[in-house]
Antibody, heavy 120, light 107 residues
């Protein structure tokens, strides 16, 4: 059974850097074609994809946020870390990590999400 | 940039069929998936690769994709199906793209 869980600060000040950790089980990020993605969802809005890392350390970023994002993995710890710099109140949202179906672009299991508020 | 458009809301009576559309340029040439999100919960994948159901998803959920429009069909809609539904596709430039969401109301 695949599970993912996000962790990180719930409150961040403007201009600060946000670091979120996704801890997962039920699969290995060293398995071919496996990927873990990060998404966010402001209240009342659609999910927005942020970044994804593949089993081979290939990394993809949202074009609109690429300059502010960094994604990495620790295969031994079963963790994926997302860093977002220069936060603004508009970055306030629920942040999710999700497992990507191998050889497909859909996300079949999502974490419970972690809510991040950007405020001074 | 590649965009997906969904109607903001769809209403259906219990037991009837609900159709939720998702439109985008030449969408039929891409794989589309659908997520269901109930209030306060994380999104759940209900259809992938246009018409495949993940394990545990009821057979009343089905999908199609042709031309510029993909459609999620819920047959025999139940009150438990009331939720927000999002379509998603992949584009080589924009990468993972989501539609704006459709609120399904079961009256």
């Amino acid at each position: 059974q695949i599970t993912l869980k996000e962790s990180g600060p719930s409150l961040v000040k403007p201009t600060e850097t946000l670091t979120l950790t996704c801890t997962f089980s039920g699969f290995s990020l060293s398995t071919r074609e496996v990927g873990v993605g990060w998404l966010r969802q402001p209240p009342g809005k659609a999910p927005e994809w942020l970044a994804l890392i593949y089993w081979d350390d290939d990394k993809r970023y949202s074009p609109s946020l690429k300059s502010r994002l960094s994604i990495s993995k620790d295969t031994a710890k079963n963790q994926v870390v997302l860093t977002m710099t220069n936060l603004d109140p508009v970055d306030s949202a629920t942040y999710y990590c999700a497992h990507k179906i191998p050889r497909d672009y859909s996300l079949d299991v999502w974490g419970q999400g972690t809510t991040v508020t950007v405020s001074s | 940039s590649f965009e997906l458009t969904q109607p903001p809301s769809v209403s259906v009576s219990p037991g009837q069929t609900a159709n939720i559309t998702c439109s985008g340029d030449k969408l039929g040439q891409r794989y589309v998936c659908w997520y269901q999100q109930k209030a306060g919960q994380s999104p759940v994948l209900v259809i992938y690769r246009d018409n495949k159901r993940p394990s545990g998803i009821p057979e009343r959920f089905s999908g199609s994709n042709s031309g510029d429009t993909a459609t999620l069909t819920i047959s025999g809609t139940q009150s438990m199906d009331e939720a927000e539904f999002y379509c998603q596709a992949w584009d080589s430039s924009t990468l993972w793209v989501f539609g704006g969401g459709t609120k399904l109301t079961v009256l």
